[in-house]
């Protein structure tokens, strides 16, 4: 059963990138048919996802997070990252990286996402 672990600055000062990285506990991050994806919940808010990475290592950003959000991984940590530009207040809540099923669509990839990290809470400070 794979784990996943979120980590990072819990604070960050408005105009900086947010950085966060989610270090996966066994397999291989290139099996095909995975993909490894950023959500976040703002408080008081629902869940929006950010964006995932492919197992041929391909990213796919949310057209609203596009401009701001980047996704990269290392496969021989078995991690991945999420770098997230400019951040404002806004940007506050709580970050989940997840793993999808291996025969997702991703065409929801809040509704794809299987196994979950703990969640790491990021505030941004004005």
């Known amino acids: 059963q794979v784990h996943l672990r979120e980590s990072g600055p819990g604070l960050v000062k408005a105009s900086q990138t947010l950085s966060l990285i989610c270090t996966v506990s066994?397999?291989?991050?290139?099996?095909?048919?995975?993909?490894w994806i950023w959500i976040r919940q703002p408080p008081g808010k629902g869940l929006e996802w950010i964006g995932y990475?492919?197992?041929?290592?391909?990213?796919t950003y949310s057209p609203s997070l596009k401009s701001r959000a980047s996704i990269s991984r290392d496969t021989s940590k078995r991690q991945f990252t999420l770098q997230l530009s400019s951040v404002t207040p806004e940007d506050t809540g709580v970050y989940y990286c997840a793993r999808s099923s291996r025969t997702a669509t991703m065409t929801s990839p809040l509704n794809d996402a299987r196994a979950w990290g703990r969640g790491t809470q990021v505030t941004v400070s004005s």
């Open positions: 066994a397999g291989s991050m290139t099996t095909s048919g995975y993909y």
């Open positions: 990475i492919d197992y041929d290592g391909s990213p």
